[in-house]
């Protein structure tokens, strides 16, 4: 009998396993959080098809997408805004839901980082302001890490305007570092972005459906 009820629990914890297993929800979250490159912003003021919204159909069809916030990302937006942001736990209505930001960051199976090309695309880059962003890109990924260290992917700069390659390889070169030291993905988009072909108009560092599925073809080869 006392056998009888060993073999009875051993069966009962191993089909309480493959239950599990077969049952749990592999859906995922994935929220954008940045500039107008997240959001495919374009030379035109509205909004277009971002690396962000390819990921999220990708998830779509494969019916495993839960939610897709990128309502946190804003044109014009610089990091100290955004590190402002989640000091301040800004909430917004999102699908008639109130959403703060870090619940969005902490949910995150999949988060994007794309902050910097708003605020120095048309800027010529001193050490100053290079030391400046980088202290900012620093405080920006210690508390996102706090707040979530699933797949966190962070976006390099690419080159345009007043800033030579060289300036913007030394910046990224210096992301990277911070991004790694976190154990965040890194996708360097600098040398990808260099052909007239991404850009809608060559006066606008704003790039066009190519350039942002090339974004996203990079993201899937790590994903």
Same mark, same amino acid.
């Given at each position: 009998?006392?056998?009888?009820?060993?073999?009875?629990?051993? /069966?009962?914890?191993?089909?309480?396993?493959?239950?599990?297993?077969?049952? =749990?929800?592999?859906? %995922?979250?994935?929220?954008?959080?940045?500039?107008?490159?997240? %959001?495919?912003?374009?030379?035109?003021?509205?909004?277009?098809?971002?690396?962000?919204?390819? $990921?999220?159909?990708?998830? +779509?069809?494969?019916?495993? $997408?839960?939610?897709?916030?990128?309502?946190?990302?804003?044109?014009?937006?610089?990091?100290?805004?955004?590190?402002?942001?989640?000091?301040?736990?800004?909430?917004? /209505? %999102?699908? @008639?839901?109130?959403?703060?930001?870090?619940?969005?960051?902490?949910?995150?199976?999949? &988060?994007?980082?794309?902050?910097?090309? !708003?605020?120095?695309?048309?800027?010529?880059?001193?050490?100053?302001?290079?030391?400046? *962003? $980088?202290?900012?890109? +620093?405080?920006? $990924?210690?508390?996102?890490?706090?707040?979530?260290?699933?797949?966190?992917?962070?976006?390099?700069?690419?080159?345009?305007?007043?800033?030579?390659?060289?300036?913007?390889?030394?910046? @990224?070169?210096?992301?990277? !570092? %911070?991004?790694?030291? @976190?154990?965040?993905?890194?996708?360097?988009?600098?040398?990808?972005?260099?052909?007239?072909? *991404? *850009?809608?108009?060559?006066?606008?560092?704003?790039?066009?459906?190519?350039?942002? =599925?090339?974004?996203?073809?990079?993201?899937?080869?790590? &994903?």
């Amino acid at each position: 009998m006392k056998k009888k009820i060993i073999l009875i629990t051993i /069966l009962g914890g191993i089909l309480s396993i493959i239950i599990y297993f077969f049952t =749990q929800n592999n859906e %995922i979250t994935i929220v954008a959080i940045g500039d107008g490159l997240s %959001i495919g912003m374009t030379p035109y003021n509205i909004d277009g098809i971002s690396f962000n919204d390819y $990921l999220k159909e990708d998830y +779509e069809l494969q019916h495993n $997408l839960k939610k897709y916030i990128y309502e946190f990302a804003s044109s014009r937006k610089t990091i100290k805004e955004l590190i402002y942001e989640i000091k301040e736990n800004k909430t917004l /209505l %999102i699908k @008639n839901d109130n959403i703060e930001i870090k619940q969005a960051l902490n949910q995150a199976d999949i &988060l994007t980082i794309a902050i910097g090309m !708003d605020e120095l695309a048309n800027t010529k880059i001193t050490k100053e302001i290079k030391e400046e *962003y $980088l202290h900012d890109i +620093e405080e920006l $990924l210690s508390m996102i890490k706090m707040l979530n260290q699933n797949q966190i992917i962070v976006i390099s700069l690419y080159t345009w305007g007043k800033n030579d390659f060289l300036t913007i390889e030394n910046i @990224n070169a210096s992301i990277r !570092d %911070i991004a790694l030291a @976190n154990n965040f993905m890194f996708i360097d988009i600098n040398k990808i972005l260099m052909e007239n072909k *991404y *850009y809608l108009t060559q006066d606008s560092y704003y790039i066009n459906y190519l350039g942002h =599925q090339a974004i996203y073809k990079e993201i899937k080869k790590r &994903l």
